[in-house]
């Protein structure tokens, strides 16, 4: 699950970075990646990211109780500064919380050996981090049960 929605425009991670990211989970798993949203903007964000990735999949409307399925019955979750990311967390799947404006270290995931934070402000992890990031923590998961 990739939750590219959050409360600021500043706390977005840029689409480019999203799309090299989903390409590589992609090329890895051959899984699909869905795209919750919440509002219309977000809709339309999640459904350009869909028209460049035919595996990505942009989710209906989702209520709490869905988002909260949808979360806790993931490989793993990707996600900017977002309530959803915490719930993902919460729910102890793998998440790797990507921070561009705030810091992590006051508003991050609770950490874990399948829950990292990247990132600060100003400083934008790269996809590459990202994406080994959540492998090392879907990996953790899967050792531990």
Known sequence: VALHATSRDSKL???????NLLQKLYDGSGSPVYLPWGNETEKLRAENIAAKLPFARVCDKLNLLQA???LDNAAGVIGVDTGLLHLANALDTPVVGIYTDTDPAKTGVQVSPWALNLGNVAQIPEPEEVYQSLLSCIRAKFEAV
């Open 13 to 19: 991670w840029p689409q480019d970075c999203w799309l």
């Open 68 to 70: 909260a399925f949808l």
